[in-house]
């Protein structure tokens, strides 16, 4: 059974009043550790049907991983196999559908069964109107804020590449992004700090995200509704192995990720992977509830 954890700390300042931006902030979360159905089933579940038991998860009688915040795919070795990520992503418009929702499409190194994760990615923060770029590091014993570089961002139906790579000697965590066809992407290189195990090899990730609210008073995590996106495209999925090749999701290991809220599936990939490099992740629901 998968254990997949969650992603976000963001600056309190960029939420809005309406989210009591003073005293909030986007944490980690650690999502549901549940399984689902197999792949023959993966329509969405009647209201009122439960989901599969923690026996039957352990008897692996279930076979597509779910979390309450993640869906899209990740592909797994048993060995620090992969270095590096590559990723084209359709930027959703902005809507208000689901009141005090959120968006985030990233790639990832790490992050499933482990709280290491390196990431870089696109994000709509609740009550924002663009998709801000934005990086993040996360250790087995510290987060660092998400970080969002000034002035970039893409607009609603923008075709975005994404490519990052880490290097364990130097701890270089590089990355750039822009519009399919950009000459002068944004490029940056960052040199992660000592006293922190930052990266996990084991996995490479493509995922659309919700994300999670922790008030600073109160001391509650909360998770945000889903924007609703209808659909989203992702291609030029490759994970860099460390043989120094890229290799597509449907040449590693892959397992698709359906974000799961009881009694509902708020996000899957429909139709499995479209090409070996590209799958598309469908909304169905805000929350659990909706």
Request: charged share 15%; glycine share 10%.
């Amino acid at each position: 059974m998968k254990k997949l954890w969650g992603i976000f700390f963001l600056a309190a300042t960029l939420l809005t009043s309406a989210l009591r931006a003073e005293a909030q902030t986007l944490l980690p979360a650690l999502p549901s550790d549940q399984c689902f159905w197999d792949s023959g089933d993966l329509g969405q579940p009647d209201r009122g049907e439960e989901p599969p038991t923690s026996e039957e998860c352990s008897a692996n009688v279930w076979a597509t991983a779910t979390s309450s915040i993640w869906s899209g795919y990740t592909v797994s070795a048993s060995y620090n196999k992969y270095s590096g990520v590559t990723g084209r992503l359709l930027v959703p418009a902005r809507n208000n559908f689901c009141g005090g929702s959120s968006y985030s499409g990233w790639i990832g190194i790490g992050g499933y069964n482990t709280p290491s994760l390196l990431q870089i990615g696109l994000m709509y923060t609740p009550g924002s109107s663009t998709a801000r770029f934005f990086y993040e590091y996360l250790g087995v014993n510290v987060a660092y804020p998400a970080v969002f570089p000034s002035g970039v961002s893409f607009a609603s139906g923008s075709t975005v590449d994404l490519k990052m790579s880490f290097d364990p000697v130097t701890r270089k965590f590089s990355m750039s992004a822009g519009l399919v066809g950009d000459t002068t992407p944004f490029t940056k290189t960052v040199t992660l700090p000592t006293g922190d195990d930052f990266y996990d090899g084991t996995t490479a990730e493509w995922i659309d995200e919700r994300l999670t609210v922790y008030d600073v008073p109160s001391g509650q995590v909360s998770i945000t509704p889903l924007m609703k996106f209808s659909s989203i495209s992702w291609t030029n999925a490759k994970g860099l192995t460390s043989s120094g090749t890229w290799e597509t999701i449907s040449g590693g290991t892959e397992s698709p990720v359906i974000m799961y809220s009881y009694p509902n599936i708020l996000a899957q990939p429909v139709n499995g992977l479209t090409s070996s490099t590209s799958f598309s992740d469908y909304w169905f629901a805000c929350d659990g509830w909706y």
